[in-house]
């Protein structure tokens, strides 16, 4: 029985401890503004204040903030007819910005194809179509201070990036004729006639705050520590602190739109930098680090790194990279000095047969990633199946070569093959070329095991070592893209959309105006089909849900394939090193972002 007269004890109730989640960085980010934020350091912290606009998953744009991705069947995308006159501007047939005038080559109202493009003369106007897009955003969004996301911050945005051309989003601001406000959700991105492309999300510009920054000037938003270290979004987290040097931390946002789905899982998390792989592992180990960018451990061996799991001391997920590594021919050289070695396909064809890819993979990487056959991976939608693929195969690659006039006078391929009747070559020439690599230490291993599958075909590679910014500096000063090179080893970035305009003729460096693009095009081998270049521009230039789209470019992959200006080697991958009870990492080949779904990130027996 209880006495009246004492006081009961007080019940006392646990207050459960903020959940933390750490991350450690390989750098400091310079800035978080959205339109200088392009380290991959700052890239992460920002996957945490914004979600989206949109995510990439399995090669599929998946809206986050948008209520879907606009299409021509439901109407939000279509195509309006305008009159162009001569002196106005347009995107013409190859995808450059013009003014109409006698030869300029365009594509008139209802053609997507190379096949019906125009040659202009004359003086009258013609008909030209201009793409229009509708992006609708999810309703009650709201940025994390709580006050309402809406199509006027994507408008905001728009004016800030044109505000500050060239400096953001140049081609895109070039090929934007408007972007209006609509209603409150709903926004309008209407292109230069003649624009068309397969990016169709990438039309939409990301809020920014215009209720908080709209006060700034345009130049302000870049030096302002507003917006360059404690940026307004509408993600998982929101920052509340930054240490220089040290960390950034961020808390759950409560405005989260996410919030009901018990997102994000954690309260505080915390950015931490680091020096060196080093000091990430070690971090990771003492459990400082939850997580490690891929790009703070990227010096680690990975037969360690595989020990440590194997111990249960860590979680290591291969991640795939969207870039490929490849050898480039010089086929069309601008040095007259230098034979042609690789004018004909069969003799970049042979090679590609002498070089044992799979066990270079296997020697180089234990196999963790996969060769390269072709500038997208197999498990792209648009990877043509059909195209020729060049399996290891040394006593094909030896009848290629004598069938090009590349003979084995000595009958010992350990000596290098001479010419026969090798057009612009006279005989006796041997079959020595020099091979352009960069000195770290994957690519001088890789170049390595070329020479040596080459050397077995009688194909002596003289390997030159110089730093990458040198050799692939613009041309006519850097040599492969001045065009006076034979072979040279390095890797291209890959994206959605199959980077198929990398071969085309028009991309060819060299003196302007014989060459359109000056020394900035990229087609360093001089590599040239016209066949290949309709195909090419036939898959650009049409959206994803035109039947022409992903035929066209299954045609620009097996001309290519067949022509064999450069051979992919093999694809580039990451290591995501977590604690070993981390979950809810996604890894995926057509994103090079590792955070890109932090809010669904968790650890320890909260893991589903």
């Known amino acids: ?135 609708h955003l999810k309703s009650g969004l709201l940025w994390a201070n709580g006050n309402p996301l809406k199509a006027d911050d994507s408008v905001y945005s728009y004016e800030v990036a044109a505000a500050l051309y060239p400096a953001a989003l140049p081609t895109l601001i070039q090929r934007t004729q408007s972007y209006k406000q609509l209603d409150e959700l709903t926004v309008e991105w209407r292109g230069v006639p003649g624009y068309l492309d397969a990016d169709i999300a990438g039309k939409f510009f990301s809020p920014l705050p215009r209720l908080v920054w709209g006060m700034l000037k345009a130049e302000e938003l870049r030096t302002a520590e507003l917006t360059t270290r404690q940026p307004l979004g509408w993600g998982s987290y929101q920052i509340v602190e930054w240490v220089t040097g040290d960390h950034i931390t961020l808390q759950k946002n409560p405005n989260y739109f996410r919030a009901s789905e018990g997102l994000p899982a954690f309260d505080i998390l915390t950015f931490r930098f680091v020096m060196n792989s080093s000091d990430a592992l070690d971090a990771l180990l003492a459990g400082e680090c939850d997580l490690v960018d891929p790009n703070a451990v990227q010096d680690e061996p990975l037969a360690r790194l595989a020990e440590l799991q194997q111990q249960g001391k860590l979680s290591a997920i291969q991640q795939p990279d969207t870039a490929w590594e490849q050898i480039l021919f010089g086929i069309d050289l601008l040095d007259d000095q230098s034979p042609r070695f690789f004018a004909s396909k069969d003799v970049r064809q042979a090679i590609a047969l002498c070089i044992d890819r799979q066990s270079l993979v296997e020697q180089l990487f234990s196999g963790q990633t996969d060769v390269a056959q072709a500038y997208i991976p197999a498990a792209n939608p648009l990877f043509d199946t059909q195209a020729v693929q060049y399996a290891y195969d040394p006593a094909k690659a030896q009848e290629l070569l004598q069938k090009a006039g590349w003979v084995d006078q000595d009958d010992n391929p350990q000596t290098p093959r001479t010419s026969q009747s090798v057009a612009g070559l006279p005989d006796g020439v041997a079959l020595e070329v020099n091979y352009l690599v960069s000195p770290d230490e994957e690519r001088q291993a890789a170049a390595g095991l070329v020479q040596a599958s080459l050397a077995g075909c009688g194909i002596r590679v003289n390997l030159q070592t110089q730093d990458a910014q040198q050799y692939l500096a613009p041309g006519p000063e850097g040599p492969v893209f001045g065009r006076r090179f034979e072979m040279a080893q390095f890797a291209w970035p890959a994206v959605m959309e199959p980077p198929c305009y990398l071969y085309t003729g028009a991309e060819i460096p060299g003196p302007y105006p014989e060459y359109s693009k000056g020394w900035g095009g990229v087609n360093a081998s001089g590599y040239t089909n016209p066949d290949y270049d309709q195909a090419c521009r036939n898959g650009m230039f049409t959206l994803p849900e035109m039947t022409t789209h992903a035929q066209a470019y299954h045609q620009a992959q097996a001309i290519l394939a067949d022509d064999l200006p450069a051979i992919p080697l093999y694809w580039h991958f990451k290591i995501i090193l977590t604690r070993p009870d981390f979950c809810g990492v996604k890894v995926d080949a057509s994103t090079s972002e590792t955070l890109w779904d932090i809010e669904v990130f968790n650890y320890g027996g909260d893991c589903q």
Do not use: H
């Open 1 to 135: 029985m209880i006495n009246p007269t004492e006081t009961p004890s007080p019940v006392l109730v646990e207050t459960p401890l903020p959940r933390q989640l750490s991350i450690c960085l390989s750098k400091e980010p310079k800035s978080l503004f959205l339109y200088d934020a392009v380290s991959p350091a700052a890239r992460s912290v920002l996957a945490a204040i914004y979600d989206g606009p949109y995510d990439r998953q399995d090669f599929q744009i998946q809206p986050v903030i948008l209520d879907k991705l606009p299409t021509l069947k439901d109407g939000d995308m279509l195509f309006e007819p305008k009159m162009v006159s001569p002196g106005e501007s347009l995107v013409d047939a190859y995808g450059d910005l013009n003014t109409l005038d006698d030869g300029v080559v365009y594509r008139p109202s209802g053609c997507f194809e190379q096949s019906c493009v125009l040659t202009y003369t004359g003086d009258q106007p013609v008909q030209i179509d201009e793409w229009v897009i509708r992006f």
